[in-house]
């Protein structure tokens, strides 16, 4: 089980960190990316971490303005949004696919997801 937690309401140019807790299963060595759905949108992907955590890999609408990291003690990934836009307000999950050796952006290769946390950025 996967539980997003750390949005909110900010303004532009502000920041926030995500995070991802994982209970009942490990999430080390595990693809992990972060999605956002924001209303009347489908779901996109925003970023990901490969299982050995040596590469990440960013949708280009936050490549520079996000970074993953995973805590492996703690069970948990990380979202740091710096810069944060206007576009940027969604619901942000966590999902891990299980069965994949490499990030993809398909939400249907990932079989764990978290429940969503709601960001908001005011202009």
């Known amino acids: 089980q996967l539980q997003a937690s750390g949005g909110g309401l900010v303004q532009a140019g502000g920041s926030l960190r995500l995070s991802c807790a994982a209970s009942?299963?490990?999430?080390?060595?595990?693809?992990t990316g972060w999605f956002r759905q924001a209303t009347g949108k489908e779901r996109e992907f925003v970023g990901g971490i490969s299982r050995s955590d040596c590469i990440r890999y960013y949708s280009e609408s936050v490549r520079g303005r996000c970074t993953i990291s995973r805590d492996s003690a703690k069970n948990t990934v990380y979202l740091q949004m710096d810069s944060l836009l206007p576009e940027d307000t969604a619901v942000y999950f966590c999902?891990?696919?299980?069965?994949?050796?490499?990030?993809?952006?398909?939400?249907?290769?990932?079989?764990?997801w978290g429940q969503g946390t709601q960001v908001t950025v005011s202009s």
């Open positions: 009942g299963r490990t999430v080390s060595n595990t693809v």
């Open positions: 999902a891990a696919g299980t069965s994949l050796s490499r990030i993809v952006t398909t939400t249907d290769d990932y079989n764990y």
